[in-house]
């Protein structure tokens, strides 16, 4: 969604809140990522979901949730007795890790690393005249498009003749 229709979004009256799962916006390739509507959102009515399954690592499992003021006494209310699966110390090891830069760094290095992967796949699917590549600009997965008659067999078979 492109900034325009973000503010338009988030100035709709009859909308009281904007859910927002920010998935994969931490790898963004061609242009600058777009801003979270959160990030954006002066009348508080996002709720920003995410995790750390892409950008650390799938095995983590620690994902987040950013509220609106107004429904933080609401959710500690209803969820005051509820028991985080995810211990204390990943917590602060998380922190300490966000905190001191090594979270940012961290996400630079991923990046370059899959940003030169993913080139690369682009470079060798782009020889290739009957499949079109779409939505490779962002995230760690690339659209195909490619001839109905092409069976995941011949798909994969090709592919490891690549190798």
């Known amino acids: 969604m492109n900034m325009q229709r973000r503010v338009e979004l988030l100035n709709m009256k009859k909308i009281k809140y904007v859910i927002e799962d920010d998935y994969d916006s931490e790898f963004k390739y061609s242009k600058r990522p777009v801003p979270a509507l959160k990030s954006i959102d002066v009348n508080d009515k996002v709720i920003y979901i995410g995790s750390f399954s892409k950008s650390i ?10 509220l609106p003021f107004n429904l933080v006494e609401k959710y500690n209310k209803i969820f005051k007795f509820f028991i985080c699966p995810v211990s204390i110390m990943v917590q602060k090891m998380l922190t300490v890790f966000i905190e001191t830069g090594e979270f ?4 630079n290095r991923m990046r370059k690393i899959y940003s030169k992967k993913r080139q690369l796949l682009i470079d060798m699917l782009s020889e290739r005249k009957d499949i079109t590549i779409r939505g490779a600009d962002a995230g760690l997965h690339i659209v195909l498009e490619y001839p109905k008659n092409y069976s995941e067999e011949y798909i994969v078979k090709k592919a490891k003749e690549k190798r």
């Open 57 to 66: 690592s799938p095995s983590f499992r620690v994902s987040f949730m950013v």
């Open 104 to 107: 940012e760094k961290h996400l």
